[in-house]
Structures are given as structure tokens and as C-alpha cells.
């Protein structure tokens, strides 16, 4: 049984910073591709950002630059370094896991089986 634990959301001016963990558990770690999406009402779950086990990353155009995704292996957690946030960041961030098929977008939310519950990032202008 995969469990994942997002945190950190909140709320921030524009221009600020926060930074998103999400702990996961219950699975073969080594397997799994990573990843933060984030929806707001009304629209579709957009990838934000993924890394896999070898520490490749990839980025939404949006967030590059600005974002940083990283992991930490011994404790099994993820993160989401957000700098120089916009108020169109706001939204639930979630946190995923999923072992994506072969050249399926590691930033599409189907190529993920497995959601946390998310954190709500606000940023006010």
C-alpha cells in the first residue's frame, strides 16, 4: 500500500518562497518516478514538475527556473523548492508516484498511480 503525505502549502506574497515535502511510503522506492502536479477549480491537473530515481528532472515551461524539484532517498521524501511565486501558482499542489510507461510525459497525470491528498499553495499580489 503506497502512502504519500504532502506539506508545507500555505500562503505567501507574490515574489516570495515555499517549499513543499511529501513523504512516501509503502513501496519499492527505487522503481518510481515522482512528481508534483497542481489544480485549481475548474481545471485539469497540470504537471508541474518530476524527477526519477537517477535524478533527472523535468519542468512545466511555467515554473522553470523558478522551481526546483528534489528527493531525498534515505528519508523517502520529495520536495518542491518554489522561489519567485506568482499568483498564478496558487493552486492544491499533490504529490505523486507512478512508474510511467516508456515514452509516456513523466508531467501527465495519467502516468501516475498514486496521489496524495495535496497542500494548498496561496499567493497573494
Known amino acids: 500500500q503506497v502512502r504519500i503525505v504532502e506539506s508545507g502549502g500555505g500562503s505567501v506574497q507574490a515574489g516570495g518562497s515555499l517549499r513543499l515535502s511529501c513523504v512516501v511510503s509503502?513501496?519499492?522506492?527505487?522503481?518510481?518516478?515522482l512528481a508534483w502536479f497542481r489544480q485549481t477549480p475548474g481545471q485539469e491537473r497540470e504537471g508541474v514538475a518530476a524527477i526519477d530515481r537517477h535524478g533527472k528532472t523535468w519542468y512545466a515551461d511555467s515554473v522553470k527556473g523558478r522551481f526546483t524539484i528534489s528527493q531525498d532517498n534515505l528519508d523517502n521524501t520529495l520536495y518542491l523548492q518554489m522561489n519567485s511565486l506568482k499568483p498564478e501558482d496558487a493552486a492544491m499542489y499533490y504529490c505523486a508516484a507512478g512508474s510511467p510507461p516508456y515514452g509516456w510525459s513523466p508531467l501527465e497525470p495519467i502516468s501516475f498511480a498514486y496521489w496524495g491528498l495535496g497542500t494548498q499553495v496561496t499567493v497573494s499580489s
Open positions: 509503502g513501496h519499492e522506492y527505487e522503481e518510481y518516478f
